[in-house]
Structure formats: C-alpha cells, structure tokens
C-alpha cells in the first residue's frame, strides 16, 4: 500500500482540521438529513412504479407498525415465490417482470431465458485486458470497472432509445455474474496466489446455477444449493426507489448520461457498509458470536455476548448488532422471513443446523439486549443481510462475493429504474445545500 509523503499529509491535515458544521444549524435550517424526515421516514422525491415497501399504516397521523411487506410491479414478493419455488427458479421472471411491469407466459419466459443466456459470454478479449490484467482486492470495485469497460466494447453506448437501454441493461443482467466470478477468481489467483480457473457460463443454466458453477472448481452443485441462490437473488433484485443506489440510477440517470456510468455509480453505492456490504458485517460479528460463546444453547451466554458488542465491549466496538434492525421494515422483514423459511432446508443439508439455531436465537434476544442496554423502544427486526450471509456461508460462498451477489441481483431492479427515468424522469435531480460558510475577504499571497 502506498504511504503519503509529506506534502500529501498535509494537506490532509489542513482538510482535517476544518470546522464541523455545527449540528444546531441543521435543525436551524431545517435539513433533511439523510434525507429522512422528524418522524424517520424518507423524504419523497420521487414516484415509481418499480417496487414498493410498506411497513406502517398511518392512522390519524400516527405511524402503526405493521408485518413487512415488499412489491415488485404491484405483487407482492411472497406471492411471486409461492408461485416458482420448487417448479422453476425464479430469479429471471422476477427480472422480466420488473424490466417490462407483467409476469411472462411461459413461452416469453422461455425466449427471455434463452435472451440472457445468449448474452453472457464476455466480449472478445475482455477477460483478459479488463480483469486479469487489473485484479482488485475488492471484487465490488473490479465489478464496478468492468461495467464502465463495457461502454468501450458497445457499437452504440449512448443513446437513450428505450430499446437501446433495454438491450444494455439485458446484457448487464446476464454479464454481472461472469463479470463478479471472474473478478474473484483474478483476485484468489493475483492477491491470494491461489490457483486461477475459469469456467465459460452454460447459457442453458439460470442465473443462480451459472453463478455456482462459475466459482465452485468442479463446477457442481446441487438443486437445493441453486434453489435456495435463486431465492436469495429474487429477494435482493429490488426494493423500491428510496433506497440508496436505487436512488443513485434515478439521480444519475436524470443527468441523460449513459448506461454503463448510471449502473457504475449504483455498484460504487451498494458495496458501502451501510447498504450492501452489510451481510458481511452481520456474517463476521455472528462468526465471532460463535467463537466467544461457550454454550450456542444458552439464552443467558447468548445474551451477556450480546450486551457485550452493544455496550461496545465486543467485535468492531460499534454498538451495533449487524443485521438486526432496519431503516424501513419494523414488525419484520418479508424477505428474511422467506429466506429464513428454505434457509433451515440447507442447514439440514450441509449439517449446520445447530449454527441456524445459534441464528434464530439471536434474532430473538438481540432486541431484547438491545433495550435493556440503550433504554429505547424501537421495534427491531432481523433484515434481509442477516440470513444472507448464513445461506451464502452454507453454499460455500466467500465473504469477498456475499456484496457482489447482492449486485448480481439488484442489477434487475437498477435497469427497471434506469429504464422508468428516462421515460418519466425528464428533469435532472438537483437538490439544496445550504451554505453555512462564513463570507471572507480575499488575502493577496504574499500576505498568507
């Protein structure tokens, strides 16, 4: 890693000691941080028909928490997996359905599978100019790379015909998972010095069956590891337009640049720790939960650990119970109760139930430790990135590929939003700061 030399430091001392901006001022100026409002709600700036999150009624102005539910073009997600679990995966009607706002027939689902499957070959070359010759630590950021390189192999990068989009952001759809299995393998080869294989993706495999067979050496896999992928991939394929990198596709889409830079900015968006990088912070902080406690069965042992990382004792000394909470969801979280449901299947079958017990026990009590210790009463529910990362763990999965899976499927809802600015966007985001600086005379140089 390169160290900063002396000028570089300071200069980065001289950013450092910049004044905070009081906090006061946000309140003075009524700011909206984080975009939130008093209440903790969203700010609304925008409509969208892609996806939908509800986990409140308003009644007589109060919020009313209710079971967490999740829609994708107006259906709600537990009814679309009722509907393909155990028959066919799932992961590509969910796509069709958020790209085009209906469920395909089975002869469209046919052609659409047989579309993706024509499209995920690499172009010509680019395995080995665009990832191998440029391995990254962070396959987040190789991802990222290779879909701004991909405008460099496109006959018609910039147009924002509908068909031209819908033809990009199809390819980026089925190229995503080569893109990260490749962008990991360079790195196991490059950074790890592990052996480098590489496997060409079966254009007759899904999406969750290619991704298994592109990271596993031998390629194998089982239906229920590729069953159980699927779902994760459909829970993870879209969740409305106020969150963060979905938000990022509308904001960087409305500017009317291209394609590759509007879904670029949404990987840079999702590998943050705060968003998609937080399966990894729950997988590590529950790794260490299994380390340091003694008796896996022991409400109390469970507990006391728990206390100890909320009283900042234990783990990364944050306070926080990674995975158990959410910025929307209250009651529960629809997706972690889906993915909870088919994730005790696979526990059975890689013999890791005693571990998926630990899970369930923590997702019990940690609320419980949680207001004992900060005497607040906030509902909390177990999120999506809790389960996730057990079921990537269970599939075998690194902790380097848990953010880019979740990218391998937001894919899907990133071109649905991309696809509904340019049709219904027309006017480039542009929100307010308030600048707070004080006015300053100009100083000559000599007199610095």
């Not at 999150?53 to 009313?64: E, Q």
């Not at 469209?108 to 070359?125: A, I, T």
């Not at 337009?241 to 889409?253: C, D, L, M, P």
């Not at 999702?270 to 990088?277: N, R, S, T």
Request: charged share 25%; with cysteine.
């Amino acid at each position: 890693m390169e160290e900063m030399n002396n000028k570089d430091f300071m200069i980065a001392e001289l950013a450092a000691k910049k004044t905070k901006i009081n906090p006061d001022l946000y309140t003075k100026y009524n700011v909206k941080r984080g975009l939130r409002n008093n209440d903790g709600t969203g700010v609304l700036v925008g409509l969208t028909e892609v996806g939908e999150v509800m986990s409140y009624l308003m009644d007589d102005g109060d919020r009313v928490p209710v079971e967490g539910r999740l829609y994708y073009q107006g259906y709600e997600v537990s009814d679309l997996v009722a509907g393909f679990y155990k028959k066919r995966f799932g992961f590509e009607e969910a796509a069709y359905l958020l790209l085009t706002g209906t469920l395909p027939t089975e002869e469209e689902l046919k052609d659409f599978n047989e579309l993706l499957g024509s499209k995920r070959m690499l172009p010509n070359g680019f395995t080995e100019d665009m990832i191998l010759k440029a391995p990254s630590p962070d396959v987040m950021n190789k991802l990222a790379r290779s879909v701004l390189a991909s405008y460099s192999y496109d006959s018609n990068p910039d147009s924002l015909d509908v068909s031209n989009v819908m033809r990009q952001c199809i390819e980026l759809i089925a190229r995503f998972p080569v893109m990260v299995s490749y962008g990991y393998m360079a790195r196991r080869h490059y950074v790890e010095h592990q052996s480098l294989f590489l496997h060409d993706p079966k254009p007759e495999y899904s999406t969750a069956e290619n991704i298994l067979h592109l990271i596993r050496p031998d390629g194998q896999f089982t239906e229920l590891e590729a069953r159980v992928l699927d779902l994760a991939l459909v829970l993870h394929a879209e969740h409305g337009g106020g969150n963060n990198s979905s938000f990022v596709t509308h904001a960087v889409s409305s500017t009317g640049t291209d394609t590759y830079s509007a879904i670029a900015a949404a990987v840079g968006s999702l590998k943050g720790p705060q968003h998609g990088g937080a399966s990894n912070k729950a997988y590590a902080m529950m790794c260490e939960v299994r380390e340091n406690v003694e008796d896996w069965t022991d409400d109390k042992q469970v507990k006391a650990y728990l206390t100890k990382i909320l009283k900042k004792e234990a783990f990364d000394k944050s306070g926080l119970i990674y995975g158990i909470g959410h910025a929307v969801y209250t009651l529960s979280d629809p997706r972690t109760r889906l993915l909870k449901k088919y994730a005790e299947a696979l526990a059975v079958a890689t013999d890791n139930k005693e571990v998926f017990d630990l899970y369930t026990k923590v997702e019990e009590l940690a609320p419980v430790a949680f207001h004992e210790v900060k005497h607040n009463d906030k509902i909390m529910c177990a999120n999506v990135d809790y389960y996730a990362g057990l079921i990537y763990s269970m599939l075998g999965i690194p902790p380097e590929l848990f953010t880019p899976l979740f990218a391998c499927a937001r894919i899907a809802g990133w071109s649905a939003h991309r696809i509904e600015e340019i049709v219904s966007g027309g006017r480039i985001m542009r929100p307010a700061f308030k600048s707070v600086s004080k006015r300053r005379k100009y100083t000559p140089i000599e007199e610095r």
